[in-house]
Nanobody
Framework: QVQLVESGGGLVQAGGSLRLSCLAS????????MKWFRQAPGMSRELVAG???????NYADSVKGRFAIFKDNAENSGYLQMNSLKLEDTAVYYC?????????????????WGPGTQVTVSS
């Protein structure tokens, strides 16, 4: 169907920045909406940021003013820019995307998760 993969995670010092990428592959025609979730050890998965089909964005209160989500429709990809990172931002970050793809049956909709990427904020 459609596969998503995140990249850009890693180690960063508190106060630093990371840019996470989410790329949709397969017979993708369009990514309509994208969301980023995160899950810290022992915690529930939480919504961090989302962007709608028309580009409207929303953010969790804990990341407002620090994170920014955006899409690149031509490349079927999305990004999460994370600035002023805090220790509590440490988590596995997951991309979820919705859109359309084509197969032997024609047009289809999809909703897919990526496998996640680790973000660790030190100090």
């Amino acid at each position: 169907q459609v596969q998503l993969v995140e990249s850009g995670g890693g180690l960063v010092q508190a106060g630093g920045s990371l840019r996470l990428s989410c790329l949709a592959s397969g017979s993708v025609l369009r990514v309509n909406a994208m969301k980023w979730f995160r899950q810290a050890p022992g915690m529930s998965r939480e919504l961090v940021a989302g962007i709608s089909v028309d580009g409207d964005t929303n953010y969790a209160d804990s990341v407002k003013g620090r994170f920014a989500i955006f899409k690149d429709n031509a490349e079927n990809s999305g990004y999460l820019q994370m600035n002023s990172l805090k220790l509590e931002d440490t988590a596995v970050y997951y991309c979820f995307a919705e859109g359309y793809y084509s197969d032997q049956h024609g047009l289809n909709s999809f909703g897919s998760w990526g496998p996640g990427t680790q973000v660790t904020v030190s100090s």
